[in-house]
């Protein structure tokens, strides 16, 4: 049974920064993308950030770009996300993904997701 845990959410102020990991387990690791998505009160969940099965590539949306960086360790089955000069408008849950092909995270398309984190930045 696949398991993506999030963990590393929490309410910080605006400028601030949080760092978010999902363990995974019950699948290969090394094969998958992974990624980031969110979602805040009454809007569509949005793509945030993924990483190729090396680590080498990431792709991140233009609203987080700069400020966000993703990365994994495969030795580990973890993916991170460094969230840094928060913003009120970065509020939302945090969801961890898991793919078999990039160009499907990217577009919002992935096999496995995790329960989500809650990331809330004050004002």
């Known amino acids: 049974q696949v398991q993506l845990v999030e963990s590393g959410g929490g309410l910080v102020q605006a400028g601030g920064s949080l760092r978010l990991s999902c363990a995974a387990s019950?699948?290969?690791?090394?094969?998958?993308?992974m990624g980031w998505f969110r979602q805040a009160p009454g809007k569509e969940r949005e793509f945030v950030a993924a990483v190729s099965r090396s680590g080498l590539t990431t792709y991140y949306a233009d609203s987080v770009k700069g400020r966000f960086t993703i990365s994994r360790d495969n030795n580990k089955n973890t993916v991170c996300l460094q969230m840094n000069s928060l913003k009120p408008e970065d509020t939302a849950v945090y969801y961890c993904?898991?793919?078999?092909?990039?160009?499907?995270?990217?577009?919002?398309?992935?096999?496995?997701w995790g329960q989500g984190t809650q990331v809330t930045v004050s004002s």
């Open positions: 019950g699948l290969t690791f090394s094969t998958y993308v």
């Open positions: 993904v898991a793919d078999s092909y990039f160009t499907r995270v990217r577009d919002g398309e992935y096999d496995y």
